[in-house]
C-alpha cells in the first residue's frame, strides 16, 4: 500500500489524516492499524480506502495543491486589508480571528492569526515584517496543475498559487520590475466595517471555488485512471488531522453524499447559495485590487473561473476557428451535427462536412 499523509508536526503528535491507496485485500489487513493512529473527528477515524494503485498519493497530491491556493488566497486577504486598513499585523490577526468562529472557522485561517500576533523578541518588531518575501514549495502544488493539466481539468486557483510561489522567489525579475510605474492609486476605504467583510466573503468564495477545482481534479483522475473515489468519505477524513481541514468539509461531504456524480461542487448547495452572496463582494474586492496595484492572482482567478463555468457562450467558438484556419483541425456547429472543416484560403470559403 502507498499512503498519503497530511497533518504536519501536530498530526504526528496527535494523529494525521491518512489516505491508503492499494488492493481492499491489503487494507482489510492495514486498515484497522491506520485508522487507530490517524486523527479522529468526533470519534470517526480520518482514514478511509481511497482506492486501487497509487490513488491515495492522488488524493494526497491534490490536497496539498488545494492547500496551495488556500495559504495563497489567505495571504492575499491579508494583503489587502494592510493596505486598505493601515494598521499593523496584531489588528489583522484579530479580525482572523473573528473569521475563525464563523462559517471560514479552519486550521489556516486559526494559525494565520498566531503568525501575525507573533513579535520578534530581539527587536519588538512583528515577525511577519522581518520573514523575507519569498515563499518555498517543495512540489506537491506543481504535480497538482502538472497532472490536472494532463487531465484538462481547470484548477486555476491552484496554479495561480504555484506561481505565485515562484514569482515570489523571482528575486531578479522583482528587483528590475521595480522601476515601472504601475499607475496606480493608493487603496482609499470608505467604509472599514463594510470593507472587512467584502475580503471575509471574497475569501469565502475563493476559497470554495479551489475546493472545487480540487475536486474536479480528483474526479476526472478516478474515471482516467479507473479509481472509484468516495469523495463524501475523502471530504470526512479531512475534517481533523490535515492542513486543509476546515468547518465546511462537512457540507461538501454530504454534498458529494447525497450525489456521489455531482458534476460541480460549487453548484451544490449550500455553496451555491452562498457563493452566489458572495461574489458581489468577491467583484469589488478585485476592482478595488486592480485599481490598487496590490497584486491578487487567486481572488482574480477565482472570479474569472466563476464567470467562465457559468457562461452560456464563450469565445472558445473563436479559438476553434482559428485552429481550423490554420491547422485544419475542424469544428463542430450548433445548428447541425457533424465534424466540419472550411476552405478559408479560396474565394468563398466553401464548407466541407468530415465524418
Known sequence: MGAGVSGGEEGALWGPSIMPGGTKESYDRLGPMFERISAHY????????????????????????????????????????????????????????QWNTGELNSFLIEITAEVLRQVDASTGIPLVDLIVDRASQKGTGKWTVQTALDLAVPV???????????????TAQRTTAR?????????????????????????YASKIVAYSQGFDEITEGGLTYHWDID??????????????????LDDISRAYVDAPD??????????????????????????????????IPVFGSSLSYFDTIRAERLPAALIQGQRDFFGSHTYQRTD????????????????EQWD
Request: net charge negative; hydrophobic share 45%.
Open 42 to 97: 468526533e470519534g470517526v477515524p480520518c482514514c478511509t480506502h481511497i482506492g486501487p494503485d497509487g490513488a491515495g498519493h492522488f488524493v494526497k497530491m491534490v490536497h496539498n495543491g488545494i492547500e496551495y491556493a488556500d495559504m495563497q488566497v489567505i495571504a492575499e486577504a491579508y494583503d489587502l486589508l494592510r493596505h486598505g486598513l493601515g494598521t499593523g499585523p496584531a489588528e489583522i490577526a484579530d479580525i482572523f480571528s
Open 156 to 170: 486555476t486557483a491552484i496554479g495561480e498559487a504555484t506561481f505565485a510561489r515562484g514569482a515570489s522567489s523571482a
Open 179 to 203: 522601476v515601472l510605474d504601475g499607475h496606480a492609486a493608493p487603496l482609499q476605504v470608505a467604509d472599514r466595517d463594510a470593507f472587512v467583510e467584502d475580503v471575509r466573503q471574497a475569501l
Open 231 to 248: 469523495k463524501g468519505a475523502l471530504a470526512r477524513i479531512w475534517r481533523a488531522g490535515c492542513i486543509i481541514r476546515a468547518a465546511f
Open 262 to 295: 455531482l458534476p460541480l461542487l460549487l453548484a451544490a448547495e449550500p455553496f451555491a447559495t452562498r457563493i452566489q452572496e458572495a461574489v458581489p463582494s468577491l467583484r469589488r474586492v478585485v476592482a478595488l485590487a486592480a485599481g490598487a496595484g496590490v497584486p
Open 336 to 351: 447541425r451535427p457533424g465534424t466540419f472543416h472550411t476552405l478559408w484560403a479560396q474565394e468563398g470559403r466553401p464548407e
